[in-house]
């Protein structure tokens, strides 16, 4: 059972800059596709951005695009989420997942519903 845990959340103001990391407890996650999901106040948990096993495929939501960038460091069993021009709207219950299913090495799935080990969440809150 991998799991994962997530760091790096915080209260932020708008256009400002947080990192988000996420340790898996496995070598086997560089064999898993990951990414990052959020759940904003009062909404349903929605895609943010998602990496291929081998970093070559990123995936953005469209409201992250241009401000946010996912990144893994396999060797470290580590995922990042590097969060610039914060808005309040980014305000959420950020979680990392891991899809255990062994994809392309290029391919990563955006729904929550194809990804099979979660960490607890870190909250990001972005003040006006």
């Known amino acids: 059972q991998v799991q994962l845990v997530e760091s790096g959340g915080g209260l932020v103001q708008a256009g400002g800059s947080l990192r988000l990391s996420c340790a898996a407890s496995e070598h086997t996650i560089s064999l898993y596709a990951m990414g990052w999901f959020r759940r904003p106040p009062g909404k349903e948990r929605e895609f943010v951005a998602t990496i291929s096993r081998s970093g070559d495929g990123t995936y953005y939501a469209d409201s992250v695009k241009g401000r946010f960038t996912i990144s893994r460091d396999n060797p470290k069993n580590t995922m990042y989420l590097q969060m610039n021009s914060l808005k309040p709207e980014d305000t959420a219950v950020y979680y990392c997942?891991?899809?255990?299913?062994?994809?392309?090495?290029?391919?990563?799935?955006?729904?929550?519903?194809?990804?099979?080990?979660w960490g607890q969440g870190t909250q990001v809150t972005v003040s006006s």
């Open positions: 997942a891991a899809d255990k299913e062994i994809r392309p090495s290029y391919s990563a799935s955006i729904n929550s519903y194809d990804y099979d080990y």
